[in-house]
């Protein structure tokens, strides 16, 4: 059984997406073993709690420095042997150390279609304000693994949602998650969870 940690400093949409995944079936062979935030506030830490899993604030503001903070942090994830990690809305860039010792074991949920919209300065709200200043008919969501770059490793899932005349950053941001996040989160884990995704010259394939 796939050991997931899950990193957040939000509200944990997505989070809650894996957990009712969990639940009803759609991902299996997998469980949540932690749930970390680096946000005291974040309504994720809530969610863990009332689906009565192991959940913990790792804050840099409680660190003297960015090193110690890295090291408490780094400390929180291992206690867990996780197999895989799950950056479900989180805002902080990871010690490149946690990068190299689980390569091909972190996955990020993007709201775009990389390349697309993201990269530096590309998260959140932002991503939907870009792509509406842009023009552009069709944006979407991307899993994908983490490596040393900005949303730059090999591709799991991605899906498409068309921009609306009318839509504001909000609505958008709002329908990218219904149609596109809380669908292609979930289907990326329950497809490593059971040894569906291969990796190979930096590319991720998915097996039938
Ligand atoms: C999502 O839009 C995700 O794609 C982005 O941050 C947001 C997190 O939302 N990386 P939530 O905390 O899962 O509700």
Known sequence: ML???????????????IIDGIACGEITNARIVRVISNNRNAYALERAGA????????SPKEYADREQFHEAFLQAVEEKEPDLIVLAGFLVVLPEKMIQNYRNRIINIHPSLIPSFCGKGYYGLKVHEKVLERGVKVTGATVHFVDEGTDTGPIIFQKAVMVEEKDTPESLQKRVME??????????IDAIANGRVRIEDGKAWLLK
């Open 3 to 17: 050991k997931i940690l899950v990193c957040v400093s939000g509200g944990g949409t997505n989070l809650q997406a």
């Open 51 to 58: 689906a009565g899993i192991d959940a913990c604030c790792v």
């Open 179 to 188: 149609q596109a996040e809380w669908q292609i989160l979930p289907r990326a």
